[in-house]
């Protein structure tokens, strides 16, 4: 079965936005994503195999509605719950 994320050859999503931006993040919350994936990574919590999946497993809906890096930060409180840091939905708040 094809997850959220497998959408090769299909229709229907628009056009894709090719220009290049200066900036590699659009707000700064974004780049703290990326230090946070970076700094749990480095420290062996996950690996990107266990990323990856964590984003394809979110549900379709949500999946579509979210950027990319908001897919980002919700792979990550996945994986902060799938490991035992924090309680199922103590980030909920």
Known sequence: MARMNDV???????VIDTTDDTE????????????????????????TNEFRDAIESMPP??????SYYERWFTAICTLLERKGVI???????
Do not use: H, I, M, S
């Open 24 to 47: 590699p993040f659009r707000a700064d919350w974004e780049a703290r994503v990326v230090g946070l994936y970076n700094t749990l990574r480095a420290q062996g919590l996950f690996n």
């Open 8 to 14: 090769g050859g299909t229709q229907g999503f628009g």
């Open 61 to 66: 809906a949500e999946y579509l509605a979210a």
């Open 87 to 93: 309680g199922a939905g103590e980030l909920d708040d």
